[in-house]
Structures are given as C-alpha cells and as structure tokens.
C-alpha cells in the first residue's frame, strides 16, 4: 500500500531516496516523507526530516525551497493512508520523542492501541493519529536503553501483531539502515559500496538490477559493504538473491501522457512475452515453474480460483475456459470472502491465486488458510519475489513486466494469457483434450499480440467516442459468457478513473431488474460473443434490441464484419475474430481506452486515482 524507501552509500541520500519515491509513488500519494541522518552543528550526527501531506510533488518543493543537509543514509516513505487523516502530522517518517529514530512503515499494527497506550502511560506524548508513531517511540527507547539500531528493530518486531514492513535509521549511526518484515513487501537492492531497501525494486532500480527476496519475519540491517538478514530472534537468516530482468526504461513512460496508456500499448508484447518458452512449434505446452507432478495434477478433483479486483474478473474468464477444457469443476471467489466462508477443500483440490501484485493481503490470507486446509496453491503473479508466489507450491509469472498505473490493464491480458496455459496445460496432463486440439488453441492463443495491436490500432476511434461522451454521468456495460467478466471489468476501469456511475451487467440478467435504470440516451457498451458460439450470439442481440428499444445508446462491440449486429448498434466497435474464450483479450481493450480517456479528458490523474492504490497490503 505504502511505498517505502532507504539508502545508505555515498550518493546524496536524498535525491536517492525522492528518486525511489517518484517510481513507487503509485503505490500511495496521500502524503510523503524523508528522513537523513545528517552532520550536525556540534560535529555529531543528528536526524533531519521533512514530511507533506498530498502527492511527492509537495515534498519535492518544500525540500527544494528548503534545501536538506548533505547526508549518505536515509529513509522515505509515499502514504496510502490507513491510521489518520491524509494530513502533514500524519505523514512518514515518524521520530521518537528525543528524534534519535526515524521509522517509515507500511501495513497495520493491529495491536497498536494497547502499545499506545502503554506509552502514554510511561509518559509518552504522541503526536500522530498512526499506528506508526508507536513504533518509533518503542524502537527509540530500546535504542536508548544502549540496544543498537537492529538489535532494538528485532525486539520490537517481537512484541508488534499484524502486517508490517519498519524501516529505521538512528540519529547516532549513520552507518546503518535497518528494516523488517511481516505480511508486508521489502526487498533489498544490491548495490556496489551502497544498499538499497524498497517496498518493490522499482525503488532502486536505477542504481542496481541485484535484488535479495526477505522471508517472512525478518529483519535486514544495510550498511555500505554488506547486508546482514536474521530473523526477529537475532538469528542468522538467509535471503534469496536475483536479478530483475527489468530496467529503468520499463519503469519510465516513454513519452506517452500516462502509465496506463503506455502500459495498454504495450500489452502486444506482454502476451507475447506470457507465452515465451511456454509452447513448443507443435503447440505442446511445457510449464517447468508448475511444480506440481503430472500425477498430482491428474488427482486434482476441483479447482478453487481467489482473487480480488480485475483480478477477479481473470478467474471468472478462468472458469469458463477451464471447465471447458478440463471438465474440472471450477469455482471462483473474492479471497476476502474466502477464508470466512469455511470453503470446503482437501488435498485434491487446486486453490489458484491470481494476484498482479503478489502482495494483496486478501490473497494473501487466502492462500494461508488454503495451504492449511492441505490444497495445492498455485499462484498466478506479475511480481517476481512477492510474498504470494513465494508462499505458494507452484507460480506462473505472467511476465508483463512492471505495472505502475493503479488500474491494471496489461496485468490483467497477461493474467487471461496464464489462466488460459495452465487450462491447457491440465488438459494435456489429463488427456481431456486432443493434442491438435490443444495446438489449435495454442496457435490461436500466439496470434493474439497480432490480434489486440489490430484493436490498438483503432483507438482512434475509441477516444472520438470518449470525447463524445465527456459530460456523461452514468455507463452501463453488458455481456454474456466471457463476455461478463468484460463487461465488469469495462465498468470497473470507468468507475475507477472516470469517477462516474458505471455498472457490468451479464446481459440474461438485465430483464430481471436491471433494465429500470435503462433511459433515452443512456450509453451501454455491449460486448457481442463471436458468431460460432450462435446461441450466445443470438441472445446478446435480442438483449441489444431490448435495451435499444427503451432509448438507450448502444455502443457495440462485435466481430468486424458482424452484419447480424450491425442494425442495432448505434456505435459500432469491431473486434478481430478470435474464439469465443479468448475474446476478453481484444473486447478489453477498447474499454481501457475508453476509460483512460475519458478520465483524461474529464481533467482526473489516471495513474493516480483518488483513494486507490496499487496493491492493496491491508485487509
Ligand atoms: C483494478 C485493480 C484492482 C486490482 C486488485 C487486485 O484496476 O487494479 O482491482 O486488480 O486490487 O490486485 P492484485 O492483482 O495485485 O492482487
């Protein structure tokens, strides 16, 4: 949720740091923070910081009127907030009474009123409404008690409950940045004579491409020269070391207005790129990270998707196209809603999370109690070294590379391009297709990038619709099949960035109840299944004709030379003609476009919306 920054090398650790929050800013711009240890005027070290609520913006001007001293160590912290107002008071970093410890955090201390107020009745005056400031009183007085800084991090970790990632320096060390882990991301960049911490590695990216994963309960102390990790107990512990196969570039926007537009764009390559080395020129599919035997994968008697958001609407597309394949009964449901539901699962059933993040808490928790119950997880994730595929039996990378725009859009593609593999793939295993079947589907699945560039190639037309429907208060957004999930994704990207009214229905459903709130003029997009599947086809533009005859405006998006269609569409969108279950990966597109722009011509911050953030690390 938050994103966290610290240094320690020779460089200005301030730039370092306000560097490091520009490219993690998409994780929270409620407010941001920055904390040195600087030289002080009697020839000791002491703690400078400055802290503005509102985006990295404000703090990047305080600091520039207001230039901070020359330091080499320091911390910065970008806030979704959770505990208290979005305000300057509650910003990151937060300092102990004496401002020997400066502490950034991300995540929930669910035990923090009992630590408050233990504090306040030793004396304690706490400034904040966060549950973080109670973190820098109780790792300040251990340090104050003769504990250095990591030792002091590691009895605090011991006493907090709940998701957290700390990260700390002290007034009288520069030589060291200390930070710990729980429930919460943190990875450690590696770097030559300078150290890195991040919530992702999009922090320090710029500086270094070695990265070392933290296990859960964690602490890591950074100086220049070394990394030293152990657990709460002040036991010797080990990281995984690795290398990002992104760079800086990725991370940048490469002249387009926003992340999103640009990461739309790109979605050609990122299917491509999903499918790498996952297929042979036979259309025979090899999925090494599935480690999950052949033999297990044949006993698996149900398959159970969780997943939140967008991330949802992959597993509502997943169900369709894996009971298809597999005859495998395939269930679907919001990891929030998981875990409190007692969900019947046993040693042969597939709990398959699909996450962008890897670090949604929701799925996170899911997956938990998932592994406890004895099911397989399988994880399907964009981020590499993220807590949910580390903690899952087997992972699909989707290979999108980095997302930064808090919708997603080329994570989602990826995410269908990842379901639809592992669907196949259990198809192999299990016999329950042909191999040229399984090939034909592969070979349809490889020429997608060719597909959704066609559609990319039209947006054009898309953003005239936009500009046309810039003043619109209300969009409704049908669909049937597969084109359900489309339709609520569509609906979903609007109300995200459009802040306006913006409903998916799944179009059997409209006749009972929905079609009330149908009036003259109101726009609906209506995602038409191709022609092969006629029934689909058939009963999708009866529910056109319906809506249309009640006044409303169809926008429909159909196959390019669907002249069934055609008569009742007031707008006409065409689609290249693919199979019925690969549909959402071109039908999608003209709706995040849609959505983009029209959120850019209503004036709104796309890569920013209000309220959101990237990854949701509470739950
Ligand atoms: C919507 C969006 C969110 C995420 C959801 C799950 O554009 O991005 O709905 O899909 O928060 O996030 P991940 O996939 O990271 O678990």
């Not at 020997?100 to 630590?115: C, D, K, M, T």
């Not at 911490?197 to 100086?223: N, W, Y």
């Not at 919001?334 to 709990?351: A, C, K, M, Q």
Request: net charge negative.
């Amino acid at each position: 949720m938050c994103g966290i920054v610290g240094y320690v090398g020779e460089k200005q650790a301030r730039d370092v740091v306000v560097e490091g929050l520009r490219l993690l800013e998409y994780r929270g711009y409620d407010s941001a923070g920055i904390a040195l240890v600087a030289g002080g005027e009697l020839g000791q070290t002491v703690l400078v910081s400055d802290k503005r609520a509102g985006k990295l913006a404000n703090l990047e001007k305080a600091i520039a009127e207001d230039a901070l001293p020359a330091a080499t160590t320091g911390i910065g912290h970008t806030r979704w907030a959770t505990h208290g107002a979005p305000n300057d008071v509650n910003a990151h970093p937060h300092l102990g009474p004496q401002r020997r410890v400066a502490v950034v955090h991300n995540g929930i201390l669910e035990n923090f009123a009992r630590l408050r107020d233990e504090l306040e009745r030793a004396g304690h005056d706490l400034l904040s409404e966060t549950d973080t400031e109670v973190a820098a009183h109780l790792i300040e007085n251990e340090v104050l008690a003769g504990a250095d800084l990591t030792t002091a991090m590691q009895n605090v970790c011991r006493r907090l409950e709940g998701a957290f990632t700390l990260v700390a320096i002290d007034a009288h060390d520069p030589s060291r940045v200390v930070a710990a882990r729980r429930n919460s991301p943190l990875v450690v960049g590696l770097g030559v004579g300078e150290n890195f911490i991040g919530s992702d590695v999009a922090a320090f990216i710029e500086h270094t491409r070695e990265a070392l994963e933290l296990g859960q309960d964690q602490v890591v102390t950074i100086t220049r020269d070394a990394v030293a990790v152990s657990d709460f107990d002040g036991n010797e512990a080990q990281g995984r070391q690795y290398h990002v196969d992104w760079d800086l570039a990725a991370a940048e926007k490469d002249g387009y207005d926003w992340f999103m537009r640009k990461e739309i764009f790109e979605q050609p390559r990122a299917i491509a790129d999903a499918l790498l080395g996952r297929h042979d020129e036979n259309g025979q599919l090899q999925l090494d990270e599935v480690r999950i035997s052949d033999d297990e994968l044949r006993d698996i008697d149900k398959i159970v998707i969780i997943a939140c958001g967008t991330s949802n609407y992959a597993a509502m597309v997943a169900k369709y196209a894996i009971e298809h394949w597999t005859r495998i009964p395939c269930e679907i449901e919001l990891s929030h809603e998981f875990r409190y539901r007692d969900p019947i699962l046993t040693r042969n059933t597939l709990v398959v999370a699909i996450s962008q993040s890897g670090e949604t808490a929701d799925t996170l928790m899911a997956i938990r109690h998932a592994k406890k119950q004895k099911a397989k997880v399988l994880a399907i994730c964009n981020t590499n070294g993220s807590t949910i595929p580390r903690e899952s039996d087997a992972v699909i990378y989707t290979h999108a590379g980095p997302e930064i725009g808090v919708a997603s859009t080329k994570g989602f593609l990826t995410q269908l391009v990842a379901c639809y593999l592992l669907g196949l793939y259990l198809a192999q295993v299990r016999g329950t297709k042909y191999g040229d079947e399984i090939a034909a589907v592969v070979g349809e699945l490889a020429a997608m990038s060719d597909r959704v560039q066609q559609v990319l190639d039209d947006a054009d037309r898309v953003y005239a619709l936009a500009e046309r429907f810039k003043d619109t208060t209300s969009v409704l957004f049908i669909g049937r099949h597969a084109g359900f999930p489309v339709a609520l994704e569509g609906a979903l990207k609007l109300k995200e960035l459009a802040y306006i009214h913006a409903e998916g229905f799944a179009a059997g459903e409209l006749k009972h109840g929905p079609i009330a709130l149908i009036e003259p003029g109101l726009p609906v997009f209506c995602v038409v299944p191709p022609r092969g599947r006629d029934q689909l086809h058939d009963k999708m533009i009866s529910a056109i004709q319906e809506i249309r005859a009640r006044g409303a405006l169809t926008i429909v998006l159909a196959e390019a030379d669907d002249d069934e269609v055609t008569p009742y569409a007031d707008v006409f969108i065409p689609l290249p003609t693919v199979p019925t279950l690969l549909q959402p990966l071109v039908a999608t597109v003209p709706l995040q476009l849609f959505a983009c722009e029209l959120a850019t011509l209503m004036g709104h911050d796309v890569d920013q919306p209000r309220n959101l953030a990237k990854s949701v690390t509470v739950e």
